[in-house]
């Protein structure tokens, strides 16, 4: 099912937290919201969910107006944070709420509840946790209950706030690959908020990248990642380095290399990945002059940190090959030349 | 955003309107008719005959008699169960023993005895009849209808208050800070004085202001102890109880008033102290975060 | 494991020591002397003094009139606590601080109060005596003084546990497709139940023993309005001391059971609400 995002404004007090959203999430994708925290990702998937309202705006779901829909009927299945697993309930009973919470008319049977339980606690692979309880559950497990529970009510968007934020690495690594897969078997229309870019880019079929209450790019993750659209999802996603120059007819430079800077601007900032700058001992007229001050080993790369005449420390990514073959070490003399670069008006 | 304390409850988590009023409505009007209207008709009986014989009754000598006895009461039994509170915790709460819950259990106890139970039970030791009441009468010491029993009566009532405060608060808090100040070269005492008490001052205060409230309010256990002898073993309760019998209206509850105002100024400091406590809590978990 | 785990901290020895004295003194010996002087009683006389009929009516009475007082304000206390952490009004806070009245009022001015305000002639007691209500001198006085002495208990155990409450439980619920009514029956309350009993019990305790406030509102008629502390007075004031001793002991072992309850229930709330050492 698709959802439409139209305008959609929210205060708190005097703090905006949503400013003028406009989203089209399409039917079946699985769509991240990214973002700092405070920056309205959360504000956002409530308010789709029903759970908040806007001050202004609509949500319409597949084409029909959602804003006054309450979020009983809304039918979104809502994945939260810290779970909200009830505590004085089994795990087998945390699933079947949904089902026994409907109307005498529409309310299954119970054997037809036990099925559908016991169908969905397969899918998630705990269906031997069944008659535990939260507190007996590990985190990883809560959270996979969690999302049993949200799919019991056959919902027609899975909204998922931090499904992972509360996970130690090695979990939360295994669990959004198995979220993917879950997704590719159910192709249900899904929307979670991160505030992890690597789980962002990993998992999603689209990213939403926000600031500020404000959306700063939309697209898949190779688009938000090779092509940042503003400085900051540039700085959001991965590290970068900074180099501020004048522009010259057009053009910035760093050290000697040229970029062509955005018209009408006599300054401009230039965003260089680690990854993207080339080191080498011989000095030449389109190379930064430096000195490495720290090598720091970070398993398959290796970073330089390069201290340069003028701004900031420069830091330079290798990979373990290139590192050991050019014997780089502290205190040697070098000269940087980025490969490429995005200019933006400073 | 998630268990954000105080912030807006949405939509969702709450009720309409109209039930919100209608629940409010009735919570008020269960709390005026039986919280506000006996408490303002306490004053409202004592003056009902003007001012004259409101301080007329407090004047009378067996009013004030009343008066410093159950002052003399507390004064002696709340500082014995701050000491004996301070003790019990930091034995419970600072160290690790067998048998801890077990004693935490007895610490409770006077408070699920009956009042009139815990009267009774020194009437059975120290009285005429009692373990020990021939050897008393021969020695002419009288306990039973006498202040002694009085206090021991509200030594009885009020045992729990401090400590079951301080028992929780230092078990919160842990003895790093204590260890810290060992390492560092304080005594025992020093370390006591100097690390401990600062941090407890609140939850200390707030066992004291209520059982002060009940030393100076005890009836049922004092009742059976105290022979009810007017200017020499009645306490402001007791006082009160017999004006009242005596169908003297007025002076019962100007004395009962004193005993409201006591309600009220106890209320009072309990939330002083409430609040001063969350304000140094939250202080506390400010400097932590710095 | 030893008796007591090795510390470095100083003054266990002195303050357990001091501790268990003044435990014996204040409270272990007196109690102990009503249990010895009980066990010098004759069974058949120890069974008469506890079940002649007038004690016997006192048992129901304080009883029966202890439950109700209890379930009023296991009712008024929920929606007490309710009202107090979920809502807002004027003078919320002192509402807030007048819930502990009674524990600061001492019971014999609110035994005056009620009396003197539930009297037939009383400022509200003569509006009920239109309608044909009468609750002073009455057993409807004992469970309005019970409820008076007992009604910060509920509010103040459910309290803390509706404030600690996550909003995200409800929500989860709301999204699922329940309804307020079936969100506060299906998972407010289950969550507040352990809290909710253990208010119930403790005020139930403290209204079987109590005395001072209930004796001038009562009437004190015998076999109608007699509570149990009342007839270990009478016993005592007639120089019964045995009698007076049997009694006191029934009404200690209630107490002692009743202690044992509301420690299972701390125990199962602590447990229920998930909190592990």
């Given at each position: 099912?698709?959802?439409?995002?139209?305008?959609?404004?929210?205060?708190?007090?005097?703090?905006?937290?949503?400013?003028?959203?406009?989203?089209?999430?399409?039917?079946?994708?699985?769509?991240?919201?990214?973002?700092?925290?405070?920056?309205?990702?959360?504000?956002?998937?409530?308010?789709?969910?029903?759970?908040?309202?806007?001050?202004?705006?609509?949500?319409?779901?597949?084409?029909?107006?959602?804003?006054?829909?309450?979020?009983?009927?809304?039918?979104?299945?809502?994945?939260?944070?810290?779970?909200?697993?009830?505590?004085?309930?089994?795990?087998?009973?945390?699933?079947?709420?949904?089902?026994?919470?409907?109307?005498?008319?529409?309310?299954?049977?119970?054997?037809?509840?036990?099925?559908?339980?016991?169908?969905?606690?397969?899918?998630?692979?705990?269906?031997?946790?069944?008659?535990?309880?939260?507190?007996?559950?590990?985190?990883?497990?809560?959270?996979?209950?969690?999302?049993?529970?949200?799919?019991?009510?056959?919902?027609?968007?899975?909204?998922?706030?931090?499904?992972?934020?509360?996970?130690?690495?090695?979990?939360?690594?295994?669990?959004?690959?198995?979220?993917r897969r879950l997704h590719d078997e159910m192709h249900i229309t899904s929307v979670f908020v991160t505030h992890d870019q690597e789980e962002a880019l990993e998992v999603a079929d689209r990213v939403v990248v926000m600031n500020k209450g404000r959306i700063e790019q939309t697209g898949t993750p190779e688009q938000v990642y090779d092509q940042p659209a503003t400085p900051f999802v540039y700085q959001f996603l991965g590290d970068v380095n900074l180099?501020?120059?004048?522009?010259?007819?057009?053009?910035?430079?760093?050290?000697?290399?040229?970029?062509a800077a955005p018209e009408a601007s006599d300054k401009a900032v230039i965003y260089v990945r680690p990854h993207e700058i080339d080191i080498q001992r011989v000095a030449t007229d389109t190379a930064l002059a430096g000195v490495i001050t720290h090598v720091r080993l970070l398993g398959a790369t290796v970073r330089l940190e390069v201290n340069v005449a003028a701004g900031d420390p420069v830091e330079v990514e290798l990979t373990r090959e290139r590192?050991?073959?050019?014997?780089?070490?502290?205190?040697?003399?070098?000269?940087?030349?980025?490969?490429?670069?995005?200019?933006?008006?400073? | 955003?998630?268990?954000?304390?105080?912030?807006?409850?949405?939509?969702?988590?709450?009720?309409?309107?109209?039930?919100?009023?209608?629940?409010?409505?009735?919570?008020?009007?269960?709390?005026?008719?039986?919280?506000?209207?006996?408490?303002?008709?306490?004053?409202?009986?004592?003056?009902?005959?003007?001012?004259?014989l409101y301080l007329a009754a407090l004047v009378e000598p067996d009013a004030w008699s009343a008066i410093k006895l159950t002052l003399l009461t507390a004064v002696i039994a709340v500082p014995l169960n701050l000491v004996f509170g301070v003790a019990a915790a930091w034995a419970i709460a600072k160290f690790d023993f067998k048998g801890k819950s077990f004693l935490i259990t007895l610490i409770d106890l006077p408070f699920s005895v009956s009042p009139?139970?815990?009267?009774?039970?020194?009437?059975?030791?120290?009285?005429?009849?009692?373990?020990?009441?021939?050897?008393?009468?021969?020695?002419?010491?009288?306990?039973?209808?006498?202040?002694?029993?009085?206090?021991?009566?509200?030594?009885?009532?009020?045992?729990?208050?401090?400590?079951?405060?301080?028992?929780?608060?230092?078990?919160?808090?842990?003895?790093?800070?204590?260890?810290?100040?060992?390492?560092?070269?304080?005594?025992?005492?020093?370390?006591?004085?100097?690390?401990?008490?600062?941090?407890?001052?609140?939850?200390?205060?707030?066992?004291?202001?209520?059982?002060?409230?009940?030393?100076?309010?005890?009836?049922?256990?004092?009742?059976?102890?105290?022979?009810?002898?007017?200017?020499?073993?009645?306490?402001?309760?007791?006082?009160?109880?017999?004006?009242?019998?005596?169908?003297?209206?007025?002076?019962?509850?100007?004395?009962?008033?004193?005993?409201?105002?006591?309600?009220?100024?106890?209320?009072?400091?309990?939330?002083?102290?409430?609040?001063?406590?969350?304000?140094?809590?939250?202080?506390?978990?400010?400097?932590?975060?710095? | 494991?030893?008796?007591?785990?090795?510390?470095?901290?100083?003054?266990?020895?002195?303050?357990?020591?001091?501790?268990?004295?003044?435990?014996?003194?204040?409270?272990?010996?007196?109690?102990?002397?009503?249990?010895?002087?009980?066990?010098?009683?004759?069974?058949?006389?120890?069974?008469?003094?506890?079940?002649?009929?007038?004690?016997?009516?006192?048992?129901?009475?304080?009883?029966?009139?202890?439950?109700?007082?209890?379930?009023?304000?296991?009712?008024?206390?929920?929606?007490?606590?309710?009202?107090?952490?979920?809502?807002?009004?004027?003078?919320?806070?002192?509402?807030?601080?007048?819930?502990?009245?009674?524990?600061?009022?001492?019971?014999?001015?609110?035994?005056?109060?009620?009396?003197?305000?539930?009297?037939?002639?009383?400022?509200?007691?003569?509006?009920?005596?239109?309608?044909?209500?009468?609750?002073?001198?009455?057993?409807?006085?004992?469970?309005?003084?019970?409820?008076?002495?007992?009604?910060?208990?509920?509010?103040?155990?459910?309290?803390?546990?509706?404030?600690?409450?996550?909003?995200?439980?409800?929500?989860?619920?709301?999204?699922?497709?329940?309804?307020?009514?079936?969100?506060?029956?299906?998972?407010?309350?289950?969550?507040?139940?352990?809290?909710?009993?253990?208010?119930?019990?403790?005020?139930?305790?403290?209204?079987?023993?109590?005395?001072?406030?209930?004796?001038?509102?009562?009437?004190?008629?015998?076999?109608?309005?007699?509570?149990?502390?009342?007839?270990?007075?009478?016993?005592?004031?007639?120089?019964?001391?045995?009698?007076?001793?049997?009694?006191?002991?029934?009404?200690?072992?209630?107490?002692?059971?009743?202690?044992?309850?509301?420690?299972?229930?701390?125990?199962?709330?602590?447990?229920?609400?998930?909190?592990?050492?």
């Amino acid at each position: 099912m698709s959802i439409e995002v139209k305008n959609i404004n929210k205060r708190f007090g005097d703090f905006v937290a949503l400013d003028n959203i406009n989203l089209d999430i399409q039917t079946g994708e699985l769509l991240a919201l990214l973002g700092p925290s405070g920056c309205g990702k959360t504000t956002l998937l409530r308010i789709v969910a029903g759970l908040e309202t806007a001050d202004q705006g609509s949500i319409l779901f597949h084409g029909e107006d959602a804003t006054d829909t309450h979020v009983r009927e809304r039918q979104v299945g809502f994945v939260f944070q810290h779970y909200a697993l009830f505590r004085h309930m089994t795990v087998f009973e945390n699933v079947a709420f949904g089902l026994r919470v409907r109307p005498k008319h529409t309310r299954p049977t119970e054997a037809a509840i036990k099925q559908k339980v016991h169908a969905l606690l397969e899918l998630v692979q705990l269906d031997w946790l069944a008659d535990r309880y939260p507190a007996q559950l590990s985190g990883g497990q809560r959270q996979r209950i969690a999302l049993a529970r949200a799919l019991a009510v056959e919902p027609r968007v899975l909204l998922l706030d931090e499904p992972f934020g509360a996970l130690d690495t090695q979990v939360r690594k295994e669990l959004r690959r198995w979220l993917r897969r879950l997704h590719d078997e159910m192709h249900i229309t899904s929307v979670f908020v991160t505030h992890d870019q690597e789980e962002a880019l990993e998992v999603a079929d689209r990213v939403v990248v926000m600031n500020k209450g404000r959306i700063e790019q939309t697209g898949t993750p190779e688009q938000v990642y090779d092509q940042p659209a503003t400085p900051f999802v540039y700085q959001f996603l991965g590290d970068v380095n900074l180099f501020h120059s004048r522009v010259h007819e057009g053009w910035a430079e760093v050290g000697g290399t040229r970029f062509a800077a955005p018209e009408a601007s006599d300054k401009a900032v230039i965003y260089v990945r680690p990854h993207e700058i080339d080191i080498q001992r011989v000095a030449t007229d389109t190379a930064l002059a430096g000195v490495i001050t720290h090598v720091r080993l970070l398993g398959a790369t290796v970073r330089l940190e390069v201290n340069v005449a003028a701004g900031d420390p420069v830091e330079v990514e290798l990979t373990r090959e290139r590192y050991v073959e050019g014997r780089w070490s502290v205190g040697e003399a070098v000269w940087l030349s980025p490969r490429e670069a995005r200019v933006y008006a400073g | 955003m998630s268990g954000t304390q105080n912030a807006p409850r949405s939509i969702v988590t709450t009720e309409s309107a109209p039930v919100r009023w209608l629940l409010t409505g009735i919570a008020l009007l269960f709390v005026a008719l039986f919280l506000v209207i006996p408490l303002v008709s306490v004053f409202a009986e004592a003056f009902k005959q003007g001012w004259r014989l409101y301080l007329a009754a407090l004047v009378e000598p067996d009013a004030w008699s009343a008066i410093k006895l159950t002052l003399l009461t507390a004064v002696i039994a709340v500082p014995l169960n701050l000491v004996f509170g301070v003790a019990a915790a930091w034995a419970i709460a600072k160290f690790d023993f067998k048998g801890k819950s077990f004693l935490i259990t007895l610490i409770d106890l006077p408070f699920s005895v009956s009042p009139v139970v815990a009267g009774l039970i020194y009437v059975l030791l120290f009285g005429a009849q009692g373990w020990w009441g021939p050897w008393l009468a021969e020695h002419d010491i009288k306990i039973i209808f006498a202040v002694p029993g009085i206090v021991l009566a509200t030594v009885f009532v009020t045992f729990p208050f401090v400590a079951r405060e301080l028992i929780p608060l230092m078990e919160a808090q842990g003895s790093e800070e204590e260890q810290a100040a060992l390492v560092l070269g304080a005594s025992g005492w020093q370390t006591f004085w100097r690390v401990t008490l600062p941090n407890i001052k609140w939850g200390l205060l707030y066992g004291v202001i209520l059982a002060n409230a009940r030393a100076m309010g005890e009836f049922g256990a004092v009742s059976v102890v105290s022979g009810h002898i007017r200017g020499m073993t009645n306490t402001i309760p007791l006082h009160v109880e017999i004006l009242y019998n005596e169908y003297n209206f007025v002076a019962a509850f100007a004395c009962a008033s004193i005993l409201a105002l006591l309600a009220l100024v106890t209320l009072a400091a309990k939330s002083y102290v409430e609040w001063a406590a969350a304000r140094q809590a939250a202080e506390d978990r400010r400097h932590a975060v710095e | 494991m030893a008796f007591k785990q090795h510390s470095v901290l100083p003054g266990f020895g002195l303050s357990l020591g001091f501790t268990l004295l003044y435990l014996s003194l204040i409270v272990l010996l007196p109690l102990s002397a009503l249990v010895v002087k009980a066990g010098h009683m004759e069974w058949s006389a120890f069974w008469h003094a506890i079940s002649e009929p007038r004690v016997l009516a006192s048992y129901r009475v304080t009883f029966g009139a202890s439950l109700i007082a209890a379930v009023i304000n296991l009712l008024f206390g929920l929606l007490l606590a309710w009202v107090l952490v979920r809502y807002s009004f004027p003078g919320k806070r002192i509402v807030d601080a007048l819930v502990d009245l009674p524990f600061a009022l001492p019971t014999a001015v609110a035994g005056i109060a009620l009396a003197t305000l539930y009297a037939p002639n009383g400022s509200v007691g003569q509006y009920l005596d239109l309608v044909g209500i009468k609750v002073a001198f009455t057993p409807l006085g004992i469970v309005f003084a019970l409820t008076f002495i007992t009604l910060p208990f509920v509010v103040r155990t459910v309290q803390p546990v509706l404030q600690d409450l996550e909003v995200e439980l409800e929500e989860a619920a709301a999204s699922l497709g329940a309804t307020r009514w079936q969100i506060f029956l299906r998972v407010i309350l289950p969550t507040l139940l352990p809290a909710l009993l253990t208010g119930f019990a403790l005020a139930f305790a403290r209204a079987i023993g109590e005395y001072g406030s209930v004796i001038f509102i009562a009437g004190n008629m015998p076999f109608v309005s007699e509570i149990t502390p009342l007839m270990i007075i009478s016993k005592l004031e007639q120089y019964d001391y045995l009698g007076a001793t049997a009694i006191a002991l029934v009404m200690l072992v209630v107490s002692f059971a009743m202690l044992l309850v509301i420690n299972g229930l701390q125990w199962w709330s602590a447990k229920r609400l998930g909190r592990r050492k």
